[in-house]
């Protein structure tokens, strides 16, 4: 059974950098889609970043394009999100999510992916 660990998350002052790592147990790694996810308080869990199996594709939310950058180490079963130019609107837990079907298939239907991390408060000070 694949599990997710989320490590990285606490408090940086705007535009400062952190970087989340999400280490995933299980000998299939290189299977799953993996994909970053935040949830501020009293709000909706919001897609923010995906990326295939074999990293050769990314994705993500429009708010966050070219501040931040998803990539995978299938050698150590890890995904990173670099998270640079931090606003406070970016404070929130951050979810690492698995799913074995598509990039696309996550950013749009995240109520059914197949595995999540706890999660990993980031706090974004202005």
């Known amino acids: 059974q694949v599990q997710l660990v989320e490590s990285g998350g606490g408090l940086v002052q705007a535009g400062g950098s952190l970087r989340l790592s999400c280490a995933v147990s299980?000998?299939?790694?290189?299977?799953?889609?993996m994909g970053w996810f935040r949830q501020a308080p009293g709000q909706e869990r919001e897609f923010v970043a995906a990326i295939s199996g074999s990293g050769g594709r990314t994705i993500y939310v429009d708010s966050v394009k070219g501040r931040f950058v998803i990539s995978r180490d299938n050698a150590k079963n890890t995904v990173y999100l670099q998270m640079n130019s931090l606003k406070p609107e970016d404070t929130a837990v951050y979810y690492c999510?698995?799913?074995?079907?598509?990039?696309?298939?996550?950013?749009?239907?995240?109520?059914?992916?197949?595995?999540w991390g706890q999660g990993t408060l980031v706090t974004v000070s202005s």
């Open positions: 299980g000998r299939t790694f290189s299977s799953y889609v």
């Open positions: 999510a698995a799913d074995s079907r598509t990039i696309t298939y996550m950013r749009s239907s995240y109520r059914y992916l197949e595995v």
